[in-house]
């Protein structure tokens, strides 16, 4: 079984930094992208950012700027730096991977079970 474990969430002030990490495991054959997402409470998911296997980023407009993604691929790893937090900025963080697991023939998207960020004002 393929798990995505996210860490890092909490309560900050705004204008602080949170850095937020994914670790996949399990029977793991690949994995390709991963990225994350956020949802706030009335509002859909949406993505925050995403880097590919090669290690090319994007980014929401609302992020660019203050919100860094990277990833580990020898530890199947992939973090989020956010600087310049704004109360805007709270919501629930999903973990995203397209992942293969040594049991399956094809790539499948796997979620986190999510943390929570608070920024205050």
């Known amino acids: 079984q393929v798990q995505l474990v996210e860490s890092g969430g909490g309560l900050v002030q705004a204008g602080g930094s949170l850095t937020l990490s994914c670790a996949a495991s399990?029977?793991?054959?690949?994995?390709?992208?991963m990225s994350w997402y956020r949802q706030a409470p009335g509002k859909q998911r949406e993505l925050v950012a995403a880097?590919?296997?090669?290690?090319?980023?994007n980014y929401a407009d609302s992020v660019k700027g203050r919100f860094t993604i990277s990833r580990d691929n020898a530890k199947n790893l992939v973090s989020l730096q956010m600087n310049s937090l704004k109360p805007e900025d709270t919501a629930v963080y999903y973990c995203?991977?397209?992942?293969?697991?040594?049991?399956?023939?094809?790539?499948?998207?796997?979620w986190g079970q999510g943390t929570q960020v608070t920024v205050s004002s």
């Open positions: 995203n991977a397209d992942i293969m697991s040594t049991w399956a023939s094809r790539y499948s998207d796997y």
């Open positions: 399990g029977r793991i054959f690949s994995v390709d992208g």
């Open positions: 880097i590919t296997s090669g290690g090319s980023t």
